[in-house]
Every structure is written in structure tokens, then in C-alpha cells.
């Protein structure tokens, strides 16, 4: 069994000690006299014990305590030395603030019955006031040292468990930021997803058009068409800059847009997607337009303009519906469109429209679907769906 190496201070702390213990005993001064033990060097025995258990106060404390309280218990058979009562109140101290829970808690009430017993014990057998005085002294060495270390260590404990929970405090602090970093990128990808891509998308088409029909009017028609696009993404574009340098703080920009511009919105769709033979309609079904919170009006014209640019990407000539209507607790918009081949030129879709769809919804806690469906007549058709509540007044949750 290998002991515990002592703590550098606290062999200092038992070599002092003891050097000023011989210092006192070499002048010849005690603390009592007229012992069982009388002779000169029979001092030196406790003071050479206690000397040695403050060395190991802090690496083994209760074991210091138990050989202390037997060198003290000692000391009082020989004529004493002052320097040892005053080590035995460092190492009953030791014993609390570095020993285990469970003596830590025991020890200042061990000491106090003890204190009290010594009193009343000698009161019994003396029948005097110094009883009262040994009292007091046995509590001076014993039950206030324990007391002070009991202080020590509570307040030890509680600065530990501040700084534990200043560092749990500022962990939470860095996974909230990190998490408001996330959702903000996120924000900001199917912003600019939704703004840009219906221009890309028509620009694209367009230019493929352009250039595999060599004729003179097309040519021109689609030209127009990807200048109009242009410089509406560019205007987008700008928009979405200048709300990235805003240092206002606005979660979301003025300009928001609205289902009040819903029809602008498939107008302009309508004049991209009439080449590859799509016809847009609108139906709002809904009987009081006004009164939708912000954040459920542009979840529902993004879900809008994001169903119109995958239809131009990728439907088949016919009717692309959008419709609107209004519960009592919710705004459901559902579009349709030809689902199937389609001839003439394509745009390359990754995927993200969708999601970026369905994450708007799940901000407010709405329902989404997308898939192909079957209609009345029996023909397959894509349908996009969202329901929204109305009752979410507040701005999306990033």
C-alpha cells in the first residue's frame, strides 16, 4: 500500500510546528504540571505525533483527526505544550474542509456533544466554576475549529456550484447563439431561394428557348422575357442585401410581400410559363382577405410563388390552379398543376423549394403536403398544400 504523498504546505505547516514546539520546551515552558508522566522529554512524544498529522491533514484528514485526538488525549498525561493544542485545532479544521462528506457533517456535532460532556463532567466531579472554564477551552480547541471549517467548506461549496452553474449558464448561452446562427441562415437561404429562383427559373427557360427555335420574333419574345426577369431578380436581390445590412433590427423587412399581391404575382408567371403551354388561375375563395397575421400572409405567398416556379420547371401543358380559402382557424392554399412529361426545354430543380416549403409551415405549427395526386377525370396531377393557422401572430420562430 503506497501512502499519499503530503502536501508541500502542509509539511511546512507540521516542521514549523514542531520547531516551535522544541523552542517552548527547550525554555521550559508548559502548560500544566505535575503529570503522570512528568519527565522532560515525554512532551516531545505528542508534539512529535501532532507534528507528523499536520503534515498529513490535507492528504489523509481523518486519519490526522483520530491519531491527533489520541496525541492530545496524551498531552494531558505529560506536562503539555502549547504548540500541540494549537496543532490539534489546525488538523480538527483540516478534518472538515478537506475530509469526506459524510465526517465533514459529523464532525462539529461530535465535537459539540463532546465539549458539552467534558463540561458537565467536570462540573459533577468538581462541583466548581472551572468546570466552566475547561468547558470553554475544550470547545476553543475542538468545537470551533470544527465550526469554522464547516463554514470554510460550505462556502467553498457554494462558490463551486456558482461556478458550475456560470458554466452551464454560458454553455446553454453558446448552444442558444449557435441555434440562432442556424435558423437565421436558414432564414436567410429560403428567402433567397423563394425570391430568386422564379426569375432564374424563367430566365433559364427562356434562354433555351431562344436559342433552339431560330426565329426572329421568338428570339425577341424571350429576350424580353429574361430582361423583365432580370432586373425583377436583380431588384430582388438588392432588397434582400439591403435587409442584411439593415442594423435596425427589424425581423422582417417593410416591404414584405403579401397575398395582396397575389395577383401580380401569377400574372407575371402566367407570361413566363405561357411558352411551355401552362395556364395560371387564381381562386380566392376567401371572404375577408384582411385581418392575416404578417408571418402566415408570406408563409402563404412564398409557398405560392415556390409552387409556381416548380411548375414552370417541371409540369405538363395545362391549367396550373392556385387556390386560397379561410376557416375559422386557418388559411389553406393549395396549388395544382399537370403532372407528367412535358415537352420543350426544362430547368434543373435540387430539392429545396420543398423544404424550404414544408419549414415555413413547421414555424407555424401548420400542416404540408406535396405529391402527385389523382383528380376527378382520372388524370395525375401534382398537388401542393399548406395549411396555416391564423391564430400564429407572431414572427417566425429563428
Not at 503529570?35 to 512524544?45: N, S, V
Not at 456558482?162 to 437561404?189: K, P
Request: with cysteine; aromatic share 6%; hydrophobic share 45%.
Amino acid at each position: 500500500m503506497t501512502l499519499p504523498r503530503p502536501h508541500r504546505f502542509d509539511l511546512l505547516m507540521g516542521f514549523l510546528g514542531f520547531a516551535c514546539g522544541l523552542l517552548l520546551w527547550s525554555f521550559g515552558l508548559y502548560t500544566t504540571g505535575d503529570r503522570i508522566f512528568d519527565q522532560r522529554w515525554a512532551t516531545l512524544i505528542p508534539l512529535a505525533v501532532m507534528a507528523s498529522m499536520v503534515a498529513l491533514r490535507r492528504t489523509m484528514p481523518l486519519t490526522a483527526l483520530n491519531v491527533g485526538t489520541l496525541a492530545i488525549v496524551g498531552d494531558q498525561f505529560t506536562n503539555g505544550n502549547l504548540v500541540t493544542v494549537l496543532m490539534f485545532t489546525d488538523v480538527v479544521y483540516a478534518a472538515v474542509v478537506y475530509g469526506k462528506p459524510a465526517s465533514a457533517r459529523r464532525i462539529p456535532y461530535t465535537t459539540g456533544l463532546i465539549t458539552v460532556a467534558v463540561t458537565v463532567g467536570f462540573l459533577v466531579w468538581w462541583q466548581n466554576a472551572i468546570a466552566l472554564l475547561i468547558g470553554v477551552i475544550t470547545g476553543m480547541v475542538s468545537f470551533m475549529p470544527a465550526m469554522t471549517g464547516a463554514v470554510v467548506r460550505n462556502h467553498r461549496e457554494a462558490a463551486e456550484a456558482a461556478r458550475l452553474r456560470a458554466e452551464q449558464t454560458a454553455l446553454l448561452a453558446e448552444m442558444d447563439r449557435a441555434q440562432a446562427v442556424v435558423a437565421e441562415r436558414a432564414r436567410m437561404a429560403r428567402e433567397l431561394h423563394d425570391m430568386v429562383a422564379n426569375h432564374l427559373s424563367a430566365i433559364a427557360i427562356h434562354s433555351t428557348a431562344a436559342l433552339s427555335l431560330d426565329e426572329p420574333a421568338t428570339t425577341r419574345q424571350a429576350l424580353t422575357v429574361i430582361r423583365e426577369n432580370s432586373v425583377a431578380g436583380l431588384s430582388e436581390m438588392r432588397r434582400l442585401i439591403g435587409i442584411l445590412r439593415d442594423s435596425s433590427g427589424d425581423a422582417e423587412p417593410a416591404a414584405s410581400p403579401t397575398l395582396a399581391g397575389l395577383d401580380a404575382l401569377v400574372n407575371q408567371s402566367a407570361v413566363n410559363a405561357e411558352p411551355s403551354g401552362l395556364l395560371l388561375v387564381l381562386d380566392d375563395t376567401r371572404k375577408d382577405p384582411a385581418g392575416l397575421p404578417a408571418p402566415v400572409e408570406l408563409a402563404a405567398y412564398r409557398i405560392v410563388q415556390e409552387s409556381l416556379t416548380n411548375a414552370l420547371k417541371h409540369a405538363a401543358p395545362g391549367e396550373v390552379r392556385v387556390t386560397l380559402g379561410q376557416d375559422p382557424g386557418a388559411l389553406w392554399v393549395r396549388v395544382t398543376s399537370p403532372y407528367g412529361e412535358r415537352p420543350g426545354p426544362t430547368a434543373p430543380g435540387s430539392g429545396a423549394g420543398l423544404v424550404g416549403m414544408r419549414e415555413r409551415v413547421a414555424l407555424l405549427d401548420g400542416v404540408f403536403e406535396a405529391g402527385p395526386v389523382t383528380d376527378g377525370e382520372g388524370r395525375k396531377r401534382w398537388r401542393v398544400r399548406a395549411e396555416l393557422p391564423v391564430g400564429a401572430n407572431d414572427e417566425e420562430r429563428t
